[in-house]
């Protein structure tokens, strides 16, 4: 029979199963087929914070959504066009995210009498008219695995786990993706083990041949490619760029990089990448506790070493003290948090933008930290440069906000030119700077009032430095009411002084005059915001949108710009942190939209909030 | 390359020293300010990095680099430093508190690392700078402000804490006894890798007095055990001898008793210098001094550059590797 291909501009595509089933696996390489063949895409993993949660259950779920599309996109997708559900529980843990028309594929070979009781299921809901707003593919994927994999030596067991394979044949086939990638994938991947390698090549044949021929398909799809700008393009995600971006920041302030870190979700795949990279200057210390990861960072910087940590909320606290002690010291050091749910442990593998208050006032005493947050996964690598670049001009620590959200989402990233990212080179003290050859460790540079950066090993620049407060200049010990009072205020000043880049306000009808609400925002939901503002602006009402690299300092003209609308709405996955902000520096209300779920604002639902706001409602 | 043209003098800060009048850390300021040119290290070379405590004020008294950090945290710091900066000598001052009540991880860390740093634990037995409450090495007992009735704490064992940690060079001495705590220096400067000085300290404020018996020259003999490598472990009338898997103090121990210790600082097993440490425990008077152990292992530092090292020999760490590390293996070009 000839199959119909239907031309359509986006999907969203859910792939869900147990968290042992290879379901992250799967995503990532459907995710690899749709970048080479040139859609824009955004994807977004969530599992479970347990490694292996009972087989079956709820709380062992594990899911991988994608959205791609023939134009521009700016989220993961709300609710899926198409789920995949591997086993019972796949399928009631994500039914409920489905708009009523979408496409169901479940592997039917768990649909058990126990299985479907264990997770309260007293019938079949494949049979008894449950999925009857759906089109439903019930096919019992494992057995067509177990057959397709019949005349080979492998085990039950082992035949049966390729089946998330059969499941990508299908769905490379239904919508036109390109094959060889995934087969050379599985070839490498699993070169030591030449069996298991084309086993899971077979069984991706398989799936994709039982779409080419069974009648049970009679469409496939197509998205054409979107029309990106031109350059060379990866797919990456956030924590990826992130280690990139601290790479390529090192290397661009020639300054040998040291990391030190304790393993936290959803933070230390940073630590992992950066611990391959020794050829780059990377040295990695897996530190005994958070407080040691943060204070070898320290004490690299203090030998001229660029300092990073990296952590989630809970490690944060713990290295309150020592960002304290670095405000005191004036060294660089780039601390980052990649925010999960909280308080306390929270939901370790979630996302939430709760640790802003944190970052600017989680210390004793005055302690302001310059804080910037990247926006979408490959955004993550210019906010690391970004981060470094004030952290080594102004010697200071500078928090970098990402999230579990950007962490593990991806996305198409044009390649920068190296040359063409930001020069940091950065210059030691070599000589004493004071009269009588003495050498003041606390004499500012006029402009950008940081202090300057003597490694030891420099002759003639012996200096004490500690966390008690010190005289301005000698950075000698000081108790001294005036001087306290000044450095307060100085240390102040230097952080409220740095230069960031005007905020840009996207206002397509600027020109007309007539908007009066804007839209801002911080870190990972641009892309939520973006899609809503879009939503808004189709269906007739202006809107502006604009998002805040810079925390702290804010840019320079956020106060013209918050005062050019008649109401400012701000969407946070937090109780509303950035507008308290706002209010507190700039005295005027704000419309603070929060959602603290552990997972992204759907862009619909955030439309209809925004177009409430902008006709009144 | 030894620098003899430096003198203590040029160790020494125009900060003025504001420890109490009779602080046993004076004493210990001098010897190390007068042992530093035998070091024969330049002095931006040498780095002092301490804790909180009266004693981690000592970096602002030392004319070389210092940081004076935050409580427990100086090792941490430290590690980072020597192993970005192997071309440096980093020393850490500590104190009871600071290194065995909130510092105590890190400090075992360090030591079980081995990172190429030297140790020096001013052990008062009490704390002075937050006026006078038992500390984790205060005898049990202990009547002090915050335990009015008497501590119920069991106190640690610095040096059999450093040996559980397996620390490759662990030694204990004297605030008052120069010349052993200089020789002590010696031996702790020349080890790779971390070494551990314990040192005992006189607070005359809090704890005036707690060190007197090894200090007074009528008692001195009886309670100090010295120990010297390849030498028999004798005092007083007294020597160790092996007991079964344990040491004690015996009396009357001819030289030809073959359980009589040889003290062998480079036994590969910590288990015979843990021994040592623990003669204490028989009676909390006995107190080994001198360096119980001494073995050579790789340290940190040497160990975490070498794997730079062989990663740089495999390709350079440049632009285009940067470039083609960040294509990836899967890139697409749009025209």
């Given amino acids: 029979m000839s199959t119909q291909v239907e031309q359509l501009d986006r999907v969203v595509i859910r792939i869900a199963g ?47 959504q994608l959205h791609f599309a023939d134009h521009d996109i700016l989220t993961p997708g709300d609710r899926p066009d198409v789920l995949v559900a591997m086993n019972p529980a796949a399928l009631k843990a994500n039914l409920a995210d489905l708009v009523k028309g979408a496409t169901i594929i479940v592997d039917t070979h768990d649909f058990t009498e126990r299985a479907l009781a264990r997770i309260g299921w007293s019938s079949n809901p494949v049979t008894d008219g449950t999925l009857d707003s759906f089109t439903v593919h019930a096919i019992d994927l494992t057995q067509l695995t177990l057959d397709a994999l019949a005349d080979t030596d492998l085990s039950r067991k082992d035949a049966g786990r390729c089946k998330n394979m059969y499941a990508l044949g299908l769905l490379s086939w239904m919508y036109s993706r390109p094959t060889e990638g995934t087969i050379a994938f599985l070839r490498d991947k699993f070169s030591r083990r030449p069996a298991i390698a084309e086993a899971n090549v077979t069984a991706f044949r398989a799936g994709y041949n039982y779409g080419e021929t069974t009648e049970s398909f009679a469409v496939s799809y197509e998205v054409k490619p979107a029309t990106l700008a031109a350059g060379t393009y990866r797919n990456i995600a956030g924590n990826l760029a992130l280690a990139y971006g601290l790479i390529a920041g090192a290397q661009r302030a020639g300054l040998p990089l040291f990391l030190g870190a304790y393993p936290i979700t959803p933070a230390s795949d940073i630590l992992h990448e950066l611990s391959k990279h020794k050829r780059f200057g990377v040295t990695t210390f897996q530190a005994e506790d958070e407080i040691a990861g ?183 010990i000081s108790y001294d009411p005036d001087n306290h009072d000044f450095m307060v205020r100085t240390r102040a000043a230097k952080v409220a002084g740095i230069e960031v880049a005007d905020l840009i306000v996207d206002d397509p009808e600027a020109a007309a005059g007539q908007t009066k609400v804007l839209v801002l925002g911080w870190g990972s939901t641009f892309g939520p915001i973006g899609a809503a503002a879009r939503r808004v602006r189709r269906a007739g009402y202006p809107v502006a949108q604009a998002h805040l690299r810079h925390l702290n300092p804010f840019p320079a003209n956020l106060g013209q710009v918050l005062a050019g609308y008649d109401k400012v709405v701000i969407p946070e996955m937090n109780m509303g942190q950035l507008a308290s902000l706002i209010r507190s520096q700039f005295l005027i209300d704000i419309i603070s939209l929060t959602q603290v779920r552990g997972m992204p604002f759907r862009a619909a639902e955030l439309a209809e909030m925004l177009q409430g706001v902008v006709t009144g409602g | 390359m030894a620098d003899l043209t430096l003198k203590a003098k040029d160790f020494k800060t125009d900060q003025e020293v504001r420890w109490c009048p009779g602080c046993g850390d004076y004493a210990v300021l001098a010897a190390v300010q007068g042992f530093m040119p035998e070091l024969g290290v330049p002095r931006e070379n040498i780095v002092f990095i301490s804790g909180i405590g009266c004693s981690s004020r000592f970096p602002y008294y030392m004319n070389t680099y210092g940081m004076h950090s935050i409580h427990g945290r100086a090792p941490a710091i430290a590690t980072g430093l020597a192993t970005s900066r192997p071309d440096l000598n980093v020393f850490v001052v500590t104190g009871d508190g600071d290194a065995l009540s909130i510092g105590g991880n890190h400090l075992i860390h360090a030591l079980r690392r081995n990172v190429n740093l030297t140790i020096l634990l001013f052990n008062n037995r009490i704390y002075g700078l937050t006026k006078g409450q038992y500390s984790p090495t205060s005898e049990t007992g202990k009547i002090t402000k915050s335990t009015p009735f008497g501590s119920v704490d069991h106190p640690f064992n610095p040096i059999s804490l450093a040996l559980g940690a397996e620390a490759t060079f662990v030694a204990r001495t004297l605030d008052s006894d120069r010349k052993h705590l200089t020789s002590v220096l010696r031996a702790a400067t020349e080890h790779q890798g971390a070494s551990l000085v314990e040192i005992y300290q006189n607070c005359n404020i809090f704890n005036d007095g707690a060190f007197e018996l090894l200090k007074d020259p009528h008692s001195r003999g009886d309670w100090i055990i010295p120990l010297e490598h390849d030498q028999p472990i004798r005092f007083g009338d007294k020597a160790v001898i092996a007991d079964g898997l344990s040491l004690r103090v015996a009396s009357d121990v001819a030289e030809d008793d073959p359980r009589l210790v040889r003290h062998d600082a480079h036994a590969s097993d910590p288990s015979y210098a843990f021994a040592l440490s623990r003669l204490s425990q028989a009676d909390s008077r006995l107190t080994p001094m001198g360096v119980f152990r001494d073995v050579a292992r790789p340290s940190y530092d040497r160990l975490v550059n070498e794997q730079l090292d062989l990663a740089k020999l495999q390709g350079p760490g440049d632009a285009n590797a940067l470039t083609e590390l960040l294509r990836g293996s899967d890139p697409w070009t749009v025209n």
């Avoid at chain 1, 290879?22 to 995710?31: A, C, K």
């Avoid at chain 1, 969530?46 to 899911?63: D, H, K």
């Avoid at chain 1, 050091?333 to 996302?351: E, F, H, N, Y």
């Fill in chain 1, 18 to 64: 147990d968290s042992g089933d290879g379901m992250q696996l799967t995503g990532d390489r459907f995710t690899q087929e749709t970048a080479n063949f040139g859609n824009d895409l955004s994807t977004q993993p969530n599992f479970p914070a347990e490694i292996r949660a009972p087989a079956g259950t709820l709380a062992g779920v594990s899911s991988f």
């Fill in chain 1, 294 to 476: 943060i204070g070898a960072a320290l004490g690299a910087s203090f030998g001229g070493a660029l300092g990073v940590t990296t952590s989630s909320g809970p490690g944060i606290a713990l290295k309150a003290e020592t960002i304290g002690l670095a405000v005191s010291l004036e060294l660089p050091l780039v601390v980052i948090d990649v925010q999960r749910g909280g308080p306390s442990t929270g939901l370790p593998t979630k996302t939430e933008q709760s640790d802003l208050l944190l970052a600017m006032y989680g210390r004793n005493g005055e302690a302001p930290v310059p804080v910037v947050a990247p926006q979408s996964p490959a955004d993550c690598f210019a906010a690391a440069i970004e981060a470094i670049r004030i952290a080594t001009r102004y010697r200071t620590p500078v928090f970098l906000l990402s999230d579990g959200y950007l962490a593990n989402g991806s996305e198409p990233w044009r390649l920068p030119e190296l040359d063409t990212l930001p020069d940091l080179s950065v210059e030691f003290a070599s000589e004493p700077n004071a009269e009588d050859e003495l050498f003041l460790p606390y004499l500012r540079d006029p402009e950008t009032l940081a202090r300057p950066w003597a490694v030891p090993g420099t002759p003639g620049l012996e200096h004490r430095i500690g966390g008690i407060e010190k005289a301005d200049r000698t950075g000698n």
